[in-house]
């Protein structure tokens, strides 16, 4: 069983940049890929990015790519995502997942889910 907690969120101006984190809240998730979501109000959960239990092969969505980066630090048992250039439709509930696959490609691959950090882009 994997615990993962979500920080980082909050209220952001356009054009600012957030990191967001997500941790295990006991125990590690190093073997671990991990995933950021997102649901804005009335949509449904999409994925934002991925990364490998090893730090390899970042992916992200269309939506946010060339201005976001996924990162992991195994030895701090951390997972960030840099999200730079927000705007109003980046504005939903964040969360973290974990899978045990090595290069999860959907929402069913992952086992383990945070409770979600609220961003709200706006002026």
């Known amino acids: 069983q994997v615990e993962l907690v979500e920080s980082g969120g909050g209220l952001v101006q356009p054009g600012d940049s957030l990191r967001l984190s997500c941790a295990p809240s006991?125990?590690?998730?190093?073997?671990?890929?991990i995933g950021w979501f997102r649901q804005a109000p009335g949509k449904e959960r999409e994925f934002v990015a991925r990364i490998t239990w090893t730090g390899d092969y970042p992916r992200y969505a269309d939506s946010v790519k060339g201005r976001s980066t996924i990162s992991r630090d195994n030895a701090k048992n951390t997972v960030s995502l840099q999200m730079d250039r927000v705007a109003p439709e980046d504005t939903a509930v964040y969360y973290c997942?974990?899978?045990?696959?090595?290069?999860?490609?959907?929402?069913?691959?992952?086992?383990?889910w945070g409770q979600g950090t609220q961003v709200t882009v706006s002026s």
């Open positions: 997942a974990a899978s045990r696959r090595w290069l999860p490609t959907q929402q069913s691959d992952y086992e383990y």
């Open positions: 006991g125990g590690s998730f190093r073997s671990y890929a």
